[in-house]
């Protein structure tokens, strides 16, 4: 049932023979910088408090990145780029557009302001029917998103965390030959650069590896891909209800509640729609994983597992967010959050694990036929990441391409297991005849 048949996660029994040499990664050798970088905060005005996952998109031009869970932002910007304006957007948020000579050389901290709208507005032209306005939403996809085909670069990570301390980090630049919205043809991956870093110490006595790679955040597409939570069926199964209205990019947006019905035993969702009320668009989702049925929770997501462990999920969230051109809109961030807990006979304590993966569109073009990667060169939907990828490198890997700035906590955890490798690699020289 829906997402569930993409997004899956392996727990292995191990007996690891740690070559940690292999995840000291090679150096990459970048051209010339052709590029400005600018860092900084997105904050509310108000309160001072950080946006998460908020846009900041070059004006005129398909360049874009979002916050992390810090609201701080890396945006590298072409020399050769003609607009010198930066679009800051947040859901529920006023829009601003920056001019790039106000970006301050270090830092620079971006205030955005609620926007509030007006009862009366709202009233005026509300549908009577949420689940019609659903639906009619799902089925104007034709008219409203992406209808050539479209090669779009994506900045990837996914972290895999015991409690509150990262145990593994993998990240990629990828390319997603993305098929038109009205097509049934799945879209295509290629993996451009990768990376990871894992301290097996924290892992205890399993290996936690995620199963999908990009493939997981892609399929979070729900107009791409509405097989795996609002099929034509599966929609029967949902009661839908209007919530408070909101604004992005100073367009009403109508926010629609929705959860599955109480006879409905397997696990459906629960969350919030945000539509465009004038264009039946749609253009922001949250929703979760109703995890009551913890033993079909656990089927779901979990192959394999020790037999001495009983593991179930304590939390399943998703989030994607969709990003407007020229009146086309398209999928632009995705992100998922599993948490499970694991107990284990004859130990006193539990382990909880968490997984997050998130993707960001950070440019897109056109495709044509010629630019179609070949079935040899495209990642498959099993692709387990942190197997594919090569160690952590020089911080300048990435070179010009966008990518999501690490939170504190990841690049803490980066030093940490570089410093701990570098004195491994350097005892193990010492040792040798």
């Given amino acids: 049932m829906a997402a569930n048949k993409k997004v899956s996660i392996l727990l292995f029994t191990t007996f690891i023979l740690l070559s940690l040499n292999s995840t000291i990664a090679f150096a990459f050798q970048e051209p010339e910088t052709n590029y400005a970088e600018y860092k900084g905060e997105v904050l509310d005005e108000s309160s001072k408090k950080p946006l998460i996952f908020a846009t900041l998109a070059i004006e005129k031009s398909n360049i874009s990145t979002v916050t992390n869970k810090e609201g701080e932002f890396s945006l590298k910007i072409p020399n050769s780029t003609e607009s010198k304006n ?102 295509a991956v290629k993996l451009y650069k990768a990376r990871k870093s894992t301290d097996y110490n924290k892992l205890d006595t399993v290996a936690l590896k995620l199963q999908g790679g990009p493939f997981n955040a892609l399929y979070i597409d729900i107009i791409k891909y509405p097989e795996y939570i609002f099929s034509e069926e599966s929609l029967d199964n949902y009661l839908f209800s209007y919530d408070s209205s ?20 397997s696990p459906l969702y629960k969350g919030k729609l945000f539509i465009d009320i004038e264009n039946k668009i749609l253009t922001n989702a949250t929703y979760k994983l109703n995890i009551t049925n913890k033993e079909a929770a656990s089927r779901m997501f979990v192959r394999r597992k020790p037999k001495n462990a009983n593991v179930r999920p304590t939390e399943v969230a998703y989030r994607v967010d969709y990003r407007e051109k020229n009146g086309k809109w398209y999928y ?27 993707m960001a569109v950070t440019d897109w073009e056109k495709s044509t036929k010629e630019s179609l990667p070949k079935p040899k060169e ?34 803490s955890a980066i030093r940490k297991i570089k410093r701990q490798l570098k004195r491994i690699n350097v005892n193990e020289g010492t040792s040798r005849p």
């Avoid at 009577?128 to 090669?151: H, I, M, W």
Wanted: aromatic share 12%; with cysteine; proline share 4%.
């Fill in 86 to 187: 930066v679009i800051v957007s947040f859901l529920g948020y006023k829009t601003k557009i920056i001019p790039l000579n106000e970006f301050k050389k270090n830092k620079t901290k971006i205030y955005l302001a609620i926007s509030v709208t007006e009862l009366t507005e709202v009233n005026l032209s509300i549908p009577k029917n949420a689940e019609a306005l659903v639906r009619e939403t799902l089925k104007s996809k034709g008219e409203n998103y992406f209808d050539d085909p479209t090669l779009m670069t994506a900045f990837y990570r996914e972290t895999i965390k015991k409690r509150r301390k990262n145990v593994s980090l993998s990240e990629a630049v990828v390319n997603i030959y993305k098929t038109p919205y009205t097509s049934k043809r799945n879209d």
């Fill in 246 to 265: 909101t604004r992005i990019n100073d367009k009403l947006i109508y926010v629609i509640n929705f959860k599955q019905k109480p006879h409905v035993y």
């Fill in 332 to 358: 632009g961030y995705s992100n998922v959050f599993l948490e499970f807990k694991i107990d284990w006979d004859k130990r006193l304590f539990n382990s909880v694990y968490s997984m997050t993966c998130e």
């Fill in 378 to 411: 495209r990642i498959k939907s099993s692709i387990i990441l942190s197997d594919a990828a090569v160690g952590f490198s020089d911080p300048d890997f990435w070179g010009e391409y966008n990518i999501i700035e690490p939170e504190k906590s990841i690049e």
